[in-house]
């Protein structure tokens, strides 16, 4: 439980593990739980918001990147896009190529890091939803802002919404430990938890768990990096992109101070330095 370094990584195993992902996917599927994902009923809303920012009749070819069970990527589907999800956890692929199967939607998921990327062809649009962008690494950030540009045409579209400095504001500080003598989500077997939670610095913050079993001792690192519109829109505009809109959540929400989120609709510039 030392302070580590500023995004230090643990190591360990998370979205691929046998026994987390099988929580987490679970975690994903239940329609009311905002703790993988957005509920179902704010999925829809948002994928009608991206339809009329971004129609699939001028954009039609989508990446979802950390698509997880594909429940947007379904929704981007039915709505008229040609999906591409990109998520490094098997599991999560595996039931959202069995969910696509079943309905007859003509998916194409890939097992890959986004911060590699090594896709062929171009898109129309690039989403990355659910704060998945402030979980990365100053440099990650950079290396995921330019892949994704790579990938894009010109004048081809990001969505991605990011935690805002309010919801900094309200975060709790705060060290707790719990038992779990039967398993719980973190491990299959007894162990104990203990979880501390941190503001790293004025823009960061860490969920840092220790999981202590009889074989050992496992640390986890959750960090996020918290924005304000200008300082989300530099890193986008640093990265060749031009912000078209800013708005409060990935439904389209206006911002105010109150936001807890930012989500920003960004452009590759037609004229773009790279040519494609």
Not at 35 to 46: I, L
Not at 115 to 140: K, N, P, Q
Not at 143 to 171: I, N
Not at 232 to 239: H, I, N, R, V, Y
Request: charge should be negative.
């Amino acid at each position: 439980m030392r302070t580590p370094e500023l995004y230090e990584r643990t190591g360990a195993a998370f979205w691929d593990d046998e026994h987390i992902s099988r929580g987490m996917l679970a975690a994903h599927l239940d329609s009311a739980f905002e703790g993988a994902s957005r509920s179902f009923a704010f999925m829809d809303r948002s994928v009608d918001w991206i339809r009329t920012t971004a129609p699939p009749a001028t954009h039609p070819c989508l990446l979802d990147l950390g698509c997880g069970p594909g429940l947007y990527a379904e929704r981007f589907a039915r709505a008229g896009y040609a999906v591409t999800g990109i998520d490094l956890s098997p599991r999560s692929l595996g039931h959202a190529r069995g969910s696509a199967d079943e309905q007859g939607l003509a998916i194409d998921y890939r097992c890959r890091n986004y911060l590699e990327l090594d896709l062929d062809g171009t898109f129309d649009i690039a989403v990355m939803i659910y704060c998945d962008y402030g979980a990365l690494s100053t440099d990650e950030r950079r290396v995921a802002l330019r892949r994704v540009r790579e990938r894009l045409r010109p004048g081809g579209a990001l969505v991605l919404d990011v935690f805002s400095q309010r919801k900094l504001e309200v975060f709790e500080e705060r060290t707790t430990w719990e038992e779990h003598p039967a398993g719980g989500f973190w491990n299959p077997g007894p162990h104990l938890e203990v979880q501390r939670c941190v503001r790293f610095s004025d823009a960061v913050s860490l969920e840092q768990i220790a999981v202590i079993a009889p074989e050992g001792a496992t640390t986890y690192h959750l960090w996020n990096t918290y924005f304000t519109p200008a300082t989300l829109s530099a890193e986008l505009e640093a990265a060749g992109f031009e912000v078209a809109e800013l708005v409060g959540d990935a439904a389209g929400a206006p911002f105010d101070d109150a936001s807890p989120t930012i989500c920003a609709v960004a452009r590759k510039s037609a004229t773009s330095e790279d040519g494609r």
